[in-house]
């Protein structure tokens, strides 16, 4: 009896490691999109907040292609390039206010004309942007786009209203709020069309790995 | 009847008291594994030093005075410090008959406002697109390649910058502060060195675009044949430039390593010694409980050589035992004792850290089957000695 608990101490120890193996093998595979510095920027973001969860989510391990291909139609685009695969892990918020959760905060990586994008946005529970900023901008309009009053555009919104919003045209049809977000600098029109895009996406990972989908009622794709 | 081994005694002997032989195993296991781990991240991190130091494709750097001697680590991790020194030192230490070939780099730094809420720093290296991808041929390339011409208006971009910025191929960069923008012409596998994160560009882009006609440092292939401490030497001599040898280098982080190393070693000698006595003590233990089958055993005619093997096979079964599970935990978890060590380690080249391979298994089993023998020795002597009508009264008395 004793050998056999004993076998079973040995056993878990050989799983246990084996998942930090996987775990950290999974890691270094791609890079997602964390916070600079979750402590101050989740405080900033939800001032009332005492805490907060980081997980780790992708599409390769929640649902491979098949997922891959749901998020895909209901974003209105292809996941393209080296970076935008199935396999990036999304680095995921939870907020606290004591043992309540009380909201989200999530950010993407998207190309941009001439560099990186970081969208972050702060949702409640929801899934309504509370908070809207760019971590990371390389763009000409750069200064224009990190202004608070674009970001403000989009307080209010949630996947609802960007369903009807095609991230290739740039347009809503039929026109609603989110045609109603003004692009600050329009020679800088396709890093605009990014950050929607990336905002889009954002919302599509939310529900899908936080929300448990309560917005794909709408989606008509 | 069935006739019964030796080897299926000491076997079933071991197992009457199975907790305490499993623990004994266990202790036996972790010094095992702690000395394969060792041994390992020996082999491991010298050689993969060593390939860090081939990767770089030259063994000699040499930098503006006044650059800190830590420079030798930062170099390997990608800084440097930015003072300059003139672009002709490059012509003179070429005609140096050692030397097989120099390569000129300038790296520059801009602040990015936009990068993080507080903005951050954004580094280029310039670079000759002549002699430089030849001296890092080993550089593979995820998609396209080096720029060819000495002031285009394109760069090359490692793994980790290209993931941050979104660039392939094709795709266009602003740099920073500059406004200017040069298009990507290739971008780098992922390597795990400081060219992960690097932003490469024409030398002549760089010092054109920042207004700098100088270098921050020269890389040298030495010839083969070459007497590296003496061109060394040589180029102490030069005027305002300091030298970064990659055998100092190399020779520096394994100082430090070693005085690591020697504390390591010296835990681990406690660890085996440790296992060792556990194993005196459970033996021994477990003769002095059967005192009395070993008196009917050589009262039944075994010889005291019979009882010495006897007793000393359960000693080696308990250390082999132990040995093939140790052995077996470091290969399993050779890559988190990696993950450990680099954590804990001021500088960590690219490569495996830990080496296991089958020599080193097998000198890890060979030890503790060694220690084994030792161990048992005294117990398996002891049990020997025991005489049949003493051991048969004490148990009669007790």
Not at chain 1, 162 to 181: K, L, Q
Not at chain 2, 282 to 305: C, D, N, P, Y
């Amino acid at each position: 009896m004793n050998a056999r608990r004993g076998t079973r101490i040995v056993a878990g120890l050989f799983l246990s490691a084996a998942g930090i193996l996987l775990t950290a093998a999974a890691l270094s595979a791609a890079v997602g999109c964390d916070l600079n510095d979750p402590d101050r920027d989740v405080k900033r973001l939800f001032p009332a907040s005492t805490g907060y969860k980081t997980l780790y989510v992708s599409i390769a391990k929640k649902g491979g292609d098949g997922l891959l291909r749901q998020i895909e139609a209901r974003l209105g685009d292809k996941f393209s390039g080296l970076f935008e695969t199935a396999d990036v892990p999304f680095t995921m918020y939870e907020i606290y206010k004591g043992a309540d959760l009380i909201g989200y905060i999530h950010g993407v990586n998207q190309k941009g004309t001439y560099g990186g994008l970081q969208v972050f946005l702060a949702l409640d529970l929801k899934g309504v942007i509370k908070g809207f900023y760019f971590q990371k901008l390389t763009s000409r309009a750069a200064k224009a786009f990190r202004d608070p009053s674009f970001g403000d555009q989009f307080i209010g919104l949630s996947l609802a209203d960007f369903y009807n919003y095609d991230v290739v045209s740039g347009r809503e049809d039929p026109p609603g709020r989110v045609g109603r977000i003004k692009n600050p600098e329009p020679a800088s029109e396709k890093d605009f069309r990014a950050a929607l895009r990336a905002t889009k996406k954002n919302l599509v990972l939310v529900d899908e790995f936080l929300l448990g989908n309560p917005h794909l009622k709408f989606f008509k794709g | 009847m069935k006739k019964i081994g030796v080897f299926e005694i000491a076997y079933k002997n071991l197992l009457r008291k199975k907790t305490r032989s499993l623990l004994t195993i266990l202790g036996i296991a972790m010094a095992a594994w702690v000395l394969v781990s060792l041994f390992g991240f020996n082999r491991g991190y010298e050689a993969s030093l060593n390939k860090d130091i081939d990767n770089l494709g030259f063994q000699m750097l040499v930098v503006a005075k006044g650059c800190p001697y830590e420079a030798a680590t930062l170099m390997l991790k990608g800084g440097t410090g930015l003072k300059y020194m003139k672009e002709d030192i490059a012509a003179t230490v070429a005609a140096e008959p050692e030397v097989e070939g120099v390569t000129p780099m300038l790296m520059q730094v801009v602040f990015d406002p936009n990068k993080g809420e507080a903005g951050g720093l954004a580094a280029f290296l310039g670079v000759d697109p002549v002699t430089f991808p030849k001296m890092k041929s080993a550089l593979p390339f995820k998609a396209g390649g080096w720029f060819r011409e000495p002031e285009a208006a394109e760069a090359v971009f490692g793994y980790e910058v290209a993931e941050l910025e979104q660039r392939e191929v094709g795709d266009l960069y602003l740099i920073p502060e500059k406004e200017v923008e040069v298009k990507v012409v290739g971008i780098l596998e992922r390597t795990g060195t400081q060219d992960d994160g690097t932003i490469f560009l024409p030398i002549k882009t760089v010092q054109r675009l920042f207004g700098v006609r100088e270098l921050t440092s020269i890389g040298i292939k030495v010839k083969k044949d070459a007497d590296m401490k003496a061109f060394e030497d040589k180029m102490y001599k030069l005027p305002d430039v300091q030298v970064v040898s990659l055998s100092q280098v190399k020779t520096t982080i394994m100082t430090l390593v070693s005085t690591a190393r020697v504390m390591v070693f010296s835990i681990a000698l406690i660890a085996i010694l440790i296992a060792m006595m556990g194993v005196v003590n459970t033996v021994l233990m477990s003769v002095m409980e059967r005192r009395q089958e070993i008196g009917i055993l050589k009262s039944m005619g075994a010889m005291a050589g019979d009882v010495f093997k006897l007793i000393w096979l359960e000693t080696v079964i308990l250390c082999v035992g132990g040995g093939l599970i140790g052995t077996g935990l470091a290969l399993l978890t050779a890559r988190l004792t990696d993950i450990l060590v680099r954590s804990l380690l001021p500088y960590s080249p690219s490569g495996g850290l830990v080496a296991i391979d089958l020599g080193l298994v097998l000198m890890t089993l060979g030890v503790v089957t060694a220690v084994g023998l030792a161990s048992g020795v005294y117990p398996s002597w002891k049990a020997a000695r025991m005489r049949p009508l003493d051991t048969i009264r004490s148990e009669v008395e007790s």
